[in-house]
């Protein structure tokens, strides 16, 4: 069984489009994440939901939209995308509150044409 | 500004013998460090943590070092297998805190 699944896994779209990718998590955790790794691999936090609530917002800008309906989901919609909003976007979970061990998802690679 | 680690860097390493993953970070708040595994297509793993108060921590085939004179962690891995071919990233946090900053990985290629 999956821990931490995303859809879709790949994602091409063209200048301007608004897009989501979605995140699930079976693991009964209490926070959810979502994290950027651009080409050269650098991973850069950019959300951060504990049972719901947003807590962590690292300066993102205000395209990306982050939902979490309830704390097995967090999902992500991005508005008026743009050539460098072309990544991979990683959702992750863990336990209670303190970022340590975070259990990813396989990733979403968005291309934007 | 804060910064963990380097830009991608690539160790080579013969099948067999041990590597050694070095990482810098300059925060000198940040006293819970973490190692993760990245294999091709697939999201980082968690490998190994270790808190402040320790200097050395052993897992299975892995060890991690944390130097706080100098800010240095290092990730040491026996026996490097095939399997261990991935990016490995060291990632800084505080006690308690829930932001998790990761360094810019570095590249282990495993010569058979």
């Known amino acids: 069984d999956t821990a931490v699944s995303q859809t879709p896994k790949y994602l091409v779209t063209q200048m301007g489009n608004d897009k989501s990718i979605k995140c699930e998590q079976n693991?009964?955790?209490?926070?959810m994440y979502w994290y950027k790794q651009d080409s050269k691999k650098f991973l850069k936090i950019m959300f951060s939901y504990n049972n719901k609530e947003l807590i962590i917002n690292e300066t993102v800008p205000n395209r990306f939209s982050p939902k979490s309906p309830d704390k097995a989901h967090l999902n992500l919609h991005i508005n008026s995308l743009e050539l460098g909003d072309s990544a991979v976007y990683f959702c992750?979970?863990?336990?209670?509150?303190?970022?340590?061990?975070?259990?990813f998802g396989e990733g979403s690679r968005l291309t934007v044409l | 500004g804060e910064n963990v680690g380097l830009h991608l860097p690539t160790l080579s390493v013969q099948e067999g013998d041990n590597s050694i993953i070095n990482c810098a970070y300059s925060?000198?708040?940040?006293?819970?460090f973490i190692w993760y595994k990245q294999e091709s297509g697939k999201g980082p793993q968690f490998i190994i943590d270790i808190r402040s108060n320790m200097d050395k921590r052993q897992g299975q085939r892995v060890t991690v070092l944390l130097n706080k004179t100098v800010k240095h962690l290092s990730l040491q891995i026996a026996a490097t297998q095939p399997g261990d071919s991935a990016v490995y990233f060291c990632?800084?946090?505080?006690?308690?805190?829930?932001?998790?900053?990761f360094g810019g990985g570095t590249r282990v290629l495993v010569k058979p």
């Open positions: 693991l009964g955790h209490d926070t």
């Open positions: 990632a800084e946090n505080r006690a308690a805190g829930n932001k998790l900053t």
């Open positions: 925060n000198s708040a940040s006293d819970y």
């Open positions: 992750a979970s863990t336990v209670g509150s303190e970022a340590g061990e975070l259990f």
